[in-house]
């Protein structure tokens, strides 16, 4: 049974920096590519980063140059190191799993960045 379990997010200050995990299982972790996404109130969800089995990552416009994704095979976990928050980076915040033919998703954790 596959399962994505997030960590990390909470209230964080404009300017400052937060790291998300997710840990995975239920799957052979190092062969897939992995994703974060997340979703604000009243939008639709989007692409925050993508990091293949090779390593090749992919970023959303509005997040490139501030955070990096990246994983540790041996921990079966997939991390987003987020950094010069914004206001409008305030979102929930989902890992995916692409496992062909299916997406795995995690349930989501709350990222606020507010004064």
């Known amino acids: 049974q596959v399962q994505l379990v997030e960590s990390g997010g909470g209230l964080v200050q404009p300017g400052g920096s937060l790291s998300l995990s997710c840990a995975a299982s239920?799957?052979?972790?190092?062969?897939?590519?992995m994703g974060w996404f997340r979703q604000a109130p009243g939008k639709q969800r989007e692409l925050v980063a993508t990091i293949t089995s090779g390593g090749t990552t992919n970023y959303g416009d509005s997040v490139k140059g501030r955070f990096t994704i990246s994983r540790d095979n041996a921990k079966n976990t997939v991390y987003l190191q987020m950094n010069s928050l914004k206001p409008e980076d305030t979102a929930v915040y989902y890992c995916?799993?692409?496992?062909?033919?299916?997406?795995?998703w995690g349930q989501g954790t709350q990222v606020t960045v507010s004064s």
């Open positions: 995916k799993g692409t496992i062909p033919p299916r997406e795995y």
């Open positions: 239920g799957f052979i972790f190092g062969i897939y590519t």
